[in-house]
């Protein structure tokens, strides 16, 4: 079980091409763009109506002190304003809390929706590079680090520079002694930020990294539960879980003591500018060179932006993941898809033949598993798949569902190239009844549905009739709206098999295939699936991957694959009269076969 870093958080560097991906998830925006404009603009005029608190302040005590002038004569009309200015700024905040809220939530399930889209269309050989967890991170981790900052980073970044685009011209016109002596303080405050800041951004990355181990561990474990139980590695998987998290442990603490150096420098350096600030100050009052509510204004001006630079560098940090986020997100966005153009779905005849098809898996490009295969099936022929594992049966399947492309060679159906055909069309001409049947958590009902979505009660209910599985489903109280469970862990083997029976049924497939579909049932179960089997493939060119020959004495046809090619092929009876043949071999070491 090998460790796979997912670097849900990874940061990436803000340069030209990052910040490109990450300014192209904003078309989700556009189709908000007026709220969203009202939301900016509520935010410049909150920024700046709570800029002129401040001054107000100081002015509440100079008129305290006798000092009017001819907008201010006391101190209710200053107060009066103050509480004016909190409350248009209330107002100011809370629309742009709302409209950036909206906007997010909007456009942000927009990408979500889109996301998901692209995802489900990608062909398979996309999957076979990615584990399902990294792919339910991009929709979770990613999409929820764009959230965060469409509302919240983007809007305190621009409260932040307003603050200093604003705040630092009024100082310098308002006090610019003082504002000049501020100044020479903030210097020592970025040189601190770049030397910490590295070390930090180090650190917490490998921190970041540490925690994603510790839940791929989790996520392999619960996955494969079963599998731990029966070797009885409760224990074991524990003392992995634990192991990782305490790397993630030290290291965090580790990086604490960086941050927390950083935070206290930054306290000491801040306050300390503040209280020099101060101290100047308080002597310019000393010698009248200034008013107190003067270098009270100031004081509170400089905790406002010193504050704004202070968090300069958490929304710098924050943009980083953005980015990150973006770029793996823009990614499989960008990804070429199987989504198919718009076309008419149409009924194949069930005629197949491979010409000269030779493939090796995308994983594995040295590696042929197919060589210069040719066969035809006929409309309504049964043909049976056997041969040792490995030899090239499921790529067979693969092919011919075009989940692959062969590197040589045509498949055709009913006369022509495969490629050539709109691919959900194509698809819905064939039904599956897989070895190992995956239901949906929903009910019986919509599993059985889900080969046909809009079909009517009654004819679901005619599907389960046919595929023998109306007896168990009549016999629970809820009938067809009985839970099935997670992946149908609620019914039996027999259940799941005969209910995948139910939704191929309802499909009506031309091309039936079935894998292995009756390999682990008992004998009764076995009875039961094999009997609905028989009804479904009545009229059907039908494909049967088995490896108990048992199940395919009645094909017309049956092909014997080894090392990617035909060995032997006819019926049961011609193959098993052969001396020394693969087939006749076979049934020789199955001794259930009669």
Do not use: C
Request: proline content about 3%; aromatic content about 10%.
């Amino acid at each position: 079980m090998a460790k796979r870093k997912y670097e849900d958080v990874e940061k990436r560097p803000l340069n030209k091409a990052g910040i490109k991906k990450f300014l192209g998830v904003f078309r989700f925006v556009l189709p908000y763009r007026w709220i969203f404009t009202i939301g900016l603009i509520a935010l410049s005029l909150s920024s700046g109506v709570l800029l002129s608190f401040p001054y107000l302040s100081g002015k509440l005590l100079d008129v305290a002190q006798g000092k009017t002038d001819s907008y201010f004569t006391n101190i209710n009309q200053v107060a009066l304003t103050m509480i004016a200015v909190l409350l248009i700024q209330g107002v100011f905040s809370f629309l742009r809390v709302y409209t950036f809220t909206y906007v997010s939530e909007y456009a942000l399930a927009d990408l979500r929706h889109q996301l998901y889209s692209k995802i489900i269309w990608l062909p398979m050989p996309f999957f076979d590079n990615r584990r399902v967890g990294e792919l339910m991170s991009r929709i979770t981790s990613d999409v929820g680090i764009l959230y965060d900052t469409f509302t919240f980073t983007l809007a305190e970044l621009l409260r932040q520079i307003l603050m200093l685009l604003i705040g630092i011209p009024l100082l310098i016109t308002l006090y610019p002694r003082l504002t000049v002596f501020m100044l020479l303080t903030f210097p020592v405050l970025i040189v601190a930020a770049l030397f910490f800041g590295k070390f930090i951004r180090r650190l917490s990355k490998k921190t970041q990294d540490q925690l994603a181990n510790a839940n791929v561990v989790v996520e392999e474990t619960l996955q494969s539960v079963t599998v731990v139980k029966a070797f009885t590695n409760e224990v074991f998987e524990i003392n992995r879980y634990k192991t990782s998290l305490t790397d993630v442990i030290k290291t965090a603490i580790h990086a604490s003591r960086f941050r927390g150096a950083f935070i206290s420098f930054t306290i000491i350096a801040l306050f300390g500018g503040i209280v020099a600030v101060g101290w100047y100050g308080a002597s310019l009052v000393q010698s009248n060179q200034t008013e107190v509510g003067e270098l009270f204004s100031f004081i509170i001006y400089t905790v406002f932006i010193g504050g704004s630079i202070a968090g300069l560098g958490d929304i710098y940090s924050q943009l980083q993941k953005s980015v990150g986020a973006s770029e793996r997100i823009i990614e499989i966005l960008e990804t070429v898809d199987e989504k198919p153009p718009a076309g008419k779905s149409f009924k194949s005849n069930g005629k197949i033949s491979f010409e000269n098809i030779s493939f090796a898996y995308p994983t594995r490009p040295d590696v042929f598993v197919l060589k210069e295969l040719n066969f035809a099936i006929n409309p309504g022929e049964k043909v049976a798949l056997v041969g040792p594992s490995g030899s090239g049966k499921s790529t067979i399947i693969n092919l011919l569902l075009q989940f692959y492309k062969p590197n040589s060679g045509v498949i055709k159906v009913d006369g022509q190239n495969v490629t050539g055909y709109n691919l959900h069309g194509y698809r819905h001409n064939f039904g599956v009844v897989p070895q190992e049947v995956i239901l949906f958590g929903g009910t019986i009902g919509e599993n059985i549905a889900y080969g046909k979505p809009g079909a009517t009660e009654a004819e679901v209910i005619a599907a389960a009739q046919q595929a023998n599985a109306w007896e168990f489903i009549s016999s629970f109280p809820d009938g067809l709206n009985t839970l099935v469970g997670d992946r149908g862990v609620k019914l039996s083997g027999g259940q799941r098999q005969r209910v995948a029976i139910a939704r191929a049924i309802l499909r009506n497939p031309a091309i039936l295939i079935l894998d292995e579909a009756t390999s682990s049932l008992d004998a009764y179960s076995e009875k039961l699936v094999q009997e609905a089997l028989e009804n479904l493939m009545q009229n059907r060119t039908t494909l049967i991957i088995a490896h108990r020959l048992s199940t395919i004495r009645k094909a017309d046809r049956i092909m014997v694959i080894r090392e990617g090619m035909i060995a032997e092929q006819g019926t049961h009876q011609e193959l098993s009269a052969r001396n020394n043949g693969i087939y006749s071999n076979l049934l020789k070491l199955q001794v259930d076969v009669k």
